[in-house]
């Protein structure tokens, strides 16, 4: 049936044309609609999900540190956001703008939140007195509105969903502390949910978050060997503190300033999912964050017994995301469209199984069939989820180590970023000059100093002089 | 100690002043803050861990009817409201404008959404094309943002945390019982989760939502007497999918319009907790949507195994949201405290307690003091957890009853809404001037035609023209 390989053969091949590919399988696999206001996605339902899922997850972990969720308003007052300099120049050129609340225009202009850091200042300013006060580990899930002029699904949208942590702490030391515990929540999360592993370190000063002391990061590697910032954690030292005159009085009797932190993670993770994992059937889920974790395929399901055996299956199953597909498709439609959902097994069974008390375990990332006897499937699911999702991760891991070069002199590099799409790790003297040249001759940006540093060679890779410190370098999104 | 009633002083009580006791228990118990933007709140901790139990548990019965979430865009095209004739003018005149992105003047306004009929209209407009497609059983957790002029927290701000659910159907019949079952998924939430009694029914053509065909409404009595709208469910029909061209080709190879509804709850729901449950010493949060559901207190807690035995009993106790106050504060300054959070009950432990193998619950709600044997606690918790739930909705309950009263004449329906703050059953002839004349003589509304009619009298209470319908009226929030 020709049909059946409709939705297979509409999709672009990452080989042919990756963005391509990429807006095919977000499309096809039923993840976003386009609206009618250039630059906002309507996330569907099969998109949805997957945040959902991310969410709760996430959630679960913050609150194991001490985190409380918040919700600050959407409105920031122009002279509010004005207070911190750094911060208004970073996000003022992209700043939405209300400037009328129902036929009256406002005396002063609302910024819809791009990022909420004056917004927790301003409270922390009116609620923080005493050393008793703090910390404040606060965080909030919500929407932010940056008005970028390129946007494209998930990675760069005008609006995206996201949480943003922001506390407050009485020492240095505390602050940097939750900073880096809070991008190492993020790497974990990463790898254990995502199957996705990333690189931990710090972004140079070019890079860092506008107004931030120090940004963390980390950076993972996507199909194309493109880099992308999944999640950064910053330490604002009291520099917030300063420009909204947080105080409070220390055990000492003394009045100080306070030191503040803020982290966040997007939507732009389905994106990370999708361009990790997916390959030219579409996308490829990690089980845990899978909407459907198993589709049960009925074969020939006219004949007598076939439907009641897969349904009773799915109840047996009813501990995992599981459903069974008894639409009147045809089977080969319905494994192509369990493929482009990303759904990490499907289960076929039809008269000829039942009658040898067994199906068939079809796992999406390998195309590995499996027999399994009737008996045994509610074990047997269990342990190839777990399979599958140590099986992701690994495959990740080996695609980062086969993609990540060292260039120890500049031509090296150049050659390197030209034909090798990837992490590039080579030596920096600490001036953004380098940084500068390295962008405009390659296109290729510092993407961080990781926590583990390697001595490549003793001279920057770019000047000559001498190092200071190791960098990944690649494109980015 | 004269420290330890410094909370509860704090409070004015509810028969002086209940608007003020209100706002006193919002800010006493740390559910909001003002912030800088006039008429928008932070939602603090203790308030915003409210809304994520009563967002699970809700979402959890959606999805057992079927509904998926998505989430739409925050901005409406001034062109996309317009479409729309009664919607745009139930919301144009407290609609926020946003004019500028960047430093560019935006072509078209966009309105930051007072609720997405409009953005879930222009989707199915351009997403459904056959039966196949339906039905369409969407929702979305968001906040929303209404220019309102006098606000008060959870009741009436500008912006505030909802869900919005929006379906369209390929008949009348379904849309009228999809409309119909959420409205009963709201009010036996109301009931089994938050203790709260409501009334079932219809709203009057005059109350009912801008572009809908028929609004129900659940309607809760306050402390005060008050009515407050707790939740809606609109009955579109297919006026939507005409304005907004939302066509399919049905079984019968035809072009038809479908058939819509929206339904929503918002954060309003924590004001209605307060004013049904609270009383002067502050929150009686019911158990199942309590952030705490136990405190334990231990007294003398500088003797010798006390603060051990707490944490044992905190670890015996882990299966519910249970906290140890082990802060240097004394006995009765933690009593208010728990007392003003409204934590169900509390466990009091000190040494002679241990020494008798026994504790002390103290129920909030009843203010009940129980002994309870130290080899007991688990199931005596569980126990008295779902007691305390039972015994505040008959409160409530009771309370309803009496204050509900009927009114044969309009002499009486006067003296009633002078006299006795509550809901008052009265018979309807079904036209708008009796209505507005009601409001203008006495300040109350019709709340709604509910489903349960009696038949009071034959005529009118406010014309004496014959009675089409039972209305109960109130003043309301």
Known sequence: MANDKKLVE???????????????????????????????MIIKPAGYAIWELIQSQL?????????????????????????????????????????YGGSEKLQERLCVRPTSETLFSDFYSNSIQSYRDLPKVYNQWCSVVRWEKETRPFLRSREFLWQEGHTVHATAEEAEARTEQM????????????????????????????????????????????????????????????????????????????????????????????????????????????????????????????????????????NFRVKVDDTDKSPGWKFSEAEMRGIPFRIEIGPKDIEANKCVFVRRDTREKIEVSLDDVESKAAELLETIQADMLEKAKKHVAAHTYSAATYEEFKKTVEEKPGFIKAMWCGEQACEDKIKEDTGATSRCMPFAQEEIT????????????????????
């Open 183 to 318: 991008l190492n929540v993020y790497a974990d999360f990463c790898e254990s949910v995502l199957a996705m592993p990333v690189i931990r370190g710090r972004k140079t000063e070019k890079e860092k978050f506008a107004g931030a002391e120090a940004t963390y990061t980390i950076e993972a590697l996507m199909h194309d060997g493109k880099a992308l910032q999944s999640g950064t954690s910053h330490n604002f030292g009291d520099g917030f503190a300063k420009a909204y005159n947080i105080q409070f009085t220390d055990k000492d009797n003394t009045l100080k300033y306070a030191y503040q932190t803020s982290w966040g993670m997007t939507t732009r993770l389905i994106g990370a999912i999708i361009m990790v994992h997916g390959d030219d059937s579409g996308l490829v889920m990690p089980p845990k964050v899978a909407p459907t974790q198993i589709m049960i395929i009925p074969i020939q399901q006219k004949k007598e017994g076939v439907l009641e055996k897969a349904a009773e299956l799915k109840d047996r199953l009813s």
């Open 59 to 99: 959630d679960a972990e913050f609150k194991k540190t001490g985190v409380e969720n918040v919700y600050m308003p959407l409105f920031i007052p122009e002279s509010l956001l004005n207070k911190e300099k750094e911060l208004v120049e970073g996000f003022a050129p992209e700043a939405a703008w209300v400037t």
């Open 458 to 477: 003793t001279t920057c890779v770019c000047c000559g002089k001498p190092a200071k410190k190791m960098v990944y370098w690649g494109r980015a999104y």
């Open 10 to 40: 509409a999709i672009t091949s990452m080989e042919e044309d990756f963005a391509q590919w990429y807006t095919d399988v977000v499309k096809k696999a039923e993840l976003i609609d386009y609206s009618s206001i250039k630059g906002c």
